[in-house]
């Protein structure tokens, strides 16, 4: 491949269906709208999910249980998980860089499954009472931040 066989892919120099311009055009008179009916009307817009007046699908499903929209979110990791990287302090920074945080901005919650050998120091918004139990055991400090 090179400069003198590039290719655009295919439909992406396609120009814009211009409606109501004609019979020549192909998208005259009716302007691509078809005869009559619901969809033919100036200002008709359908939900998501319309159905021509039968019941949706989204209404007929049974609705059970409850989303807290306030829940607050942790992304969860193992002191086995931990004990495998080798580190000695973790930082949100440093678990980053590792790839076990999408973002800085997330908050960290550490779990006790798992055994730890090693003083870790961890910084993070939540610890599990084990996972406490266990770092501290270990010599570490589970350090909690705001």
């Known amino acids: 491949m090179n400069l003198s066989n590039l290719r655009a892919p295919a439909k992406a120099n396609r120009n814009k269906k211009r409606v109501g311009r004609g019979m020549g055009s192909g ?3 009716t302007s691509a709208r078809g005869h009559k009916g619901q969809g033919s009307r100036t200002g008709s ?3 998501r999910g319309f159905e021509g007046g039968q019941m ?10 409850f989303t807290n929209i306030f829940r607050t979110e942790y992304t969860v990791l193992n002191l086995s998980r931990i004990a495998e990287m080798g580190e000695t302090e973790l930082t949100l920074e440093r678990l980053k860089a590792l ?18 050998t090693t ?8 610890f599990s009472k084990s996972a406490q139990e266990k770092i501290e055991a270990a010599g570490g400090q589970a350090v909690l931040l705001g």
């Open 27 to 29: 998208h005259g008179k």
């Open 45 to 47: 817009s359908m939900m």
């Open 56 to 65: 949706p699908l989204h209404r007929r499903m049974p609705k059970r249980g």
């Open 99 to 116: 790839g076990f945080l999408k973002s800085r901005d997330e908050l960290l919650k550490i779990l006790g499954n798992g055994e730890l």
């Open 119 to 126: 003083a870790v120091t961890i910084h993070a918004h939540k």
